[in-house]
């Protein structure tokens, strides 16, 4: 399988982790409003479970989920563009950093709710599949969710109705501040246990292990399995949001711990298993992709604030204004 | 002329997009059977891979609902109980009504969440009585809620074809309701309809309360000419075709099943006074503020909107005139 490409995985992790400190400066020059939540240290889950996906299948992602938008294969242009609240982004300017979706590549979109990914997407790739498509699906969540009703409900909805839905949840360790072990009884691999629903757990820093396990989960769901979960085990490398470069929070993560953490890159890990001229070669293209999206984003024009509203119906429906 | 009661109409509306759209599916608790007595004998006609039982998990089938949409089905949800709304607020409100505007323009989410039997069945008490509504036409999502069979009919086929989420309230008091039916046909959105014409006053009732509105208009008619307009969509409101009644008569009554507080009465007495001149202060009759229906059949029907007092809001809006 061409997935199996060390230089293509090599690449999609590098460009996430560019993309994002490109994106982190743009917050701090103003360019990106709102702030945005890095996906940092966790780029190797994205970019291994979207190797073993299909042009068929469909993903719905997190609020920290530039990352998944990416390695699904969006234009990063569009996407930064999206960040910077341009008409050119991918979602002309209407969702941002929290909602950027494309639609035309399977991503349902970046969702801000904790654990509503799971549902959405176990309806997409049912009716999909009742459509005749082979269509697989991912739902991308942190640990947080796992607490969720909706999201416990969608497992058993997928495992019920035997719908192919990949679960992953990226445990980076915290649900903002609140760490795994205070938040989480029993365990994630046991949620899914009660289920049935088949979990293994991976080193999430390794893009080639999440992209092997995603691979088997995939080719088992395809050949008729139902949902599986994979617990990819994570480090955020930087904050929860960009907001803690602006207003420092109590540490609530051990500097050891961070040191630690950070130690296992996973662009660092993948990079190693390239030529040194490989390498080379990728970094520069990300780089000129990136210059070029930078331009493009900061060069596309703003939306026009008497459009604010269109979009809101996709029956066309007017919404009344609200001035007097 | 055949008669139809209101919840066969709906059956009727139900079993005819499921014929001629294949894109159209039913999801709920209990449906294959027919709990609510609406959707009878589907499962038997169109199988139970199109007429889903879903387990009581109201948040993830609210949500399956919306990725279908997003697939390019048309998922139409029962819901047994108005309350189960509330549960599902956050999926209606937060996902499928703000898709198509945060994913600039990129998708549609054509659901319609069906809910048989709103507002009072008499003797089901605190939880199973409300009559959310205006909840849904202060977010902007599609709301109708129709008081005959033919609009039934008409209005669950047009929210089953109309491209955004669409929520039908089919009040309980208004589920026996039967009528004389020529031909049914689709009834747009945001288009109201005068059941009865008057000079004297523009009556607004909502839902099972037309019916109400019309008895207290006849009772009432050697003394004051009552007008009956029912919106029929709550959201988008025909507000032109209330000002054209109420620029004629003068004055205006709200007779309304939900609280009164941020009510749809509010809204539509709002909207009124900023186009029309009334001839008296305009007046409304619905349920108290913050109410929950107590459980005794005496105390249930004190809480809810009744005749007397739209008679009794009639008379004073008609004294406070010239």
Redesign the interface.
Same mark, same amino acid.
């Given at each position: 399988m061409t997935d199996a490409d060390p230089v293509r995985l090599y690449r999609t992790v590098r460009l996430i982790r560019r993309f994002e400190e490109r994106a982190v400066e743009l917050v701090h020059g103003g360019q990106i409003v709102g702030g945005i939540h890095p996906y940092l240290g966790q780029e190797g889950i994205a970019a291994g479970v979207c190797a073993a996906l299909d042009a068929d299948d469909v993903l719905a992602g997190t609020h920290r989920g530039h990352g998944h938008v990416l390695a699904r294969g969006a234009d990063p242009a569009r996407m930064l563009a999206e960040l910077c609240g341009r008409v050119t982004g991918l979602n002309a300017g209407r969702g941002g950093s929290m909602h950027a979706a494309d639609l035309s590549i399977g991503v349902l979109g970046a969702n801000a709710i904790v654990g509503a990914s799971g549902a959405i997407i176990t309806g997409a790739v049912w009716a999909h599949r009742r459509r005749g498509r082979d269509t697989v699906g991912v739902s991308f969540f942190g640990d947080g969710a796992v607490n969720e009703g909706m999201l416990l409900e969608a497992f058993n909805l997928a495992a019920l109705w035997r719908v192919p839905v990949l679960f992953v949840c990226e445990n980076n360790g915290y649900a903002t501040t609140m760490p795994v072990a205070g938040a989480v009884a029993g365990s994630i691999a046991g949620r899914a246990a009660a289920f049935d629903i088949p979990a293994v757990q991976v080193d999430g820093q390794d893009p080639e292990t999440v992209r092997v396990a995603a691979r088997a989960a995939v080719d088992r769901m395809r050949a008729g399995g139902g949902p599986e979960l994979i617990e990819a085990r994570t480090y955020r490398f930087d904050v929860h949001h960009t907001f803690e470069h602006a207003v420092r929070l109590d540490d609530y993560r051990p500097p050891d711990e961070v040191s630690r953490g950070r130690a296992r890159d996973p662009v660092r890990i993948q990079g190693e298993r390239l030529t040194d001229t490989d390498r080379a070669a990728v970094d520069a293209e990300v780089e000129a992709t990136l210059d070029e999206a930078v331009r493009f984003a900061l060069n596309s024009p703003e939306p026009d604030p008497a459009d604010a509203l269109t979009y809101l119906y996709a029956s066309g429906l007017a919404a009344r204004t609200g001035g007097g | 002329m055949p008669r139809l009661s209101y919840r066969r109409a709906l059956t009727r509306a139900l079993g005819d997009e499921l014929a001629r759209d294949d894109a159209v599916f039913l999801l709920g608790e209990d449906v294959q059977v027919g709990a609510s007595l609406v959707t009878t004998g589907l499962a038997k006609r169109f199988g139970t &891979?199109r007429v889903r039982d879903?387990?009581l998990?109201e948040?993830? $089938? !609210?949500? $399956?609902? !919306?990725?279908?949409? #997003?697939?390019? #089905?048309r998922?139409v949800i029962e819901f047994q109980i108005p309350s189960l709304l509330f549960l599902v607020f &956050?999926?209606i409100v937060? @996902?499928a009504h703000k $898709?198509? #505007?945060? !994913?600039? +323009?990129?998708?549609?989410?054509?659901v319609t969440y069906l809910v048989p039997g709103s507002g009072s069945r008499t003797g089901w008490a605190g939880q199973h009585s409300d009559h959310p509504y205006s909840l849904f036409a202060h977010v +902007?999502v599609?709301t109708v809620v129709p008081a005959t069979p033919a609009d039934a009919y008409g209005l669950l086929v047009t929210a089953i074809r @109309?491209?955004?989420p669409v929520v039908v309230f089919a009040p309980a008091g208004a589920m026996d309701v039967r009528d004389d039916v020529d031909d049914l046909a689709p009834v747009p #959105?945001g288009r109201g309809r005068i059941h009865r014409f008057g000079e004297d006053v523009t009556v607004v009732a909502i839902g099972h309360l037309v019916h109400d509105a019309l008895a207290v208009a006849e009772e009432l008619a050697d003394q004051v000419s009552v007008e009956v307009f029912d919106p029929r969509t709550l959201y988008?409101f025909d507000i032109d075709g209330l000002t054209e009644s109420v620029a004629r008569t003068g004055r205006l009554v709200v007779f309304d099943d939900g609280n009164r507080s941020c009510g749809m009465a509010a809204e539509i007495i709002a909207s009124v006074v900023e186009r029309v001149r009334l001839l008296a202060p305009p007046r409304r009759v619905t349920r108290p503020d913050g109410a929950v229906l107590p459980f005794a059949p005496a105390l249930d029907r004190a809480v809810q909107p009744g005749r007397d007092q739209l008679a009794t809001a009639i008379h004073l809006t008609v004294k406070d005139g010239p």
């Open positions: - | &891979e879903t387990p998990s948040q993830a $089938f !609210t949500s $399956f609902a !919306t990725g279908a949409a #997003l697939a390019g #089905l998922p &956050e999926q937060n @996902h $898709f198509p #505007l945060m !994913t600039g +323009g990129q998708c549609r989410v054509p +902007g599609v @109309h491209d955004d #959105l988008p």
